[in-house]
């Protein structure tokens, strides 16, 4: 006699469409995250972890691996849940390393203060970016910046300088400084993912 499932058919057709984000509803500021009922079996497994456990589901195709960080939520009304929050991307080869997003289009930094900082994003990762700096001399080292993506939202974060790669560009390490920025970076770098491949998709 076979054990019921941990993941009900819903639930495994919820996890295939998670490379597919609907388009955003919610406003900027909104922590972007999506909903999984879970059944009896599968909450009494996690119900077994510790609260300091660090859970994700993850994806692999194509040499690329998603990690989403997934949380157990204790709801009274609608019972237990999980939330997945933006993932993490990856590019498998001869070592993982955080999937770069090359822009077409660069994005603008701020400094501290709000102004223009010189700095323009023309390569992006979740720990990372390349940039093009258009101002007479070198750009700082070590410096707080703010982000601009579309629809008015802000990354702000830590910027160190790695290298120079060009006459005008320099490679730079990010840290976010608040658990909302990286939603927000992971978010839209979870986007542009995700439309770049469906455009490549012959099916779509």
Not at 78 to 87: C, F, I, K, V
Request: aromatic residues 4%; glycine residues 4%.
């Amino acid at each position: 006699m076979q054990s019921d499932p941990l993941l009900t058919q819903a639930e495994l057709d919820f996890i295939q469409q998670l490379s597919s984000p609907q388009p955003r509803k919610r406003r900027p500021s909104e922590a972007q995250t999506r909903r999984l009922a879970i059944g009896a079996q599968l909450r009494e497994l996690l119900n077994q972890l510790s609260s300091d456990e660090q859970l994700s589901l993850d994806t692999h195709s194509d040499n690329q691996h998603l990690s989403f960080p997934l949380r157990l939520i204790q709801d009274g009304q609608s019972g237990s849940r999980l939330e997945l929050d933006a993932p993490l991307i990856f590019e498998q080869g001869v070592s993982e390393r955080p999937w770069r997003l090359s822009l077409a289009a660069p994005l603008p930094l701020l400094d501290r203060r709000e102004r223009p900082s010189g700095l323009q994003v023309v390569e992006l990762s979740n720990n990372g970016m390349l940039v093009q700096h258009n101002n007479p001399g070198n750009p700082a080292k070590d410096q707080l910046l703010q982000l601009l993506l579309p629809q008015q939202r802000r990354v702000q974060l830590r910027a160190r300088l790695v290298r120079r790669i060009g006459k005008a560009r320099y490679a730079y390490s990010l840290q976010t400084l608040h658990d909302e920025d990286e939603q927000t970076l992971r978010q839209y770098l979870f986007e542009q993912h995700s439309s770049r491949q469906r455009r490549s998709d012959p099916a779509t």
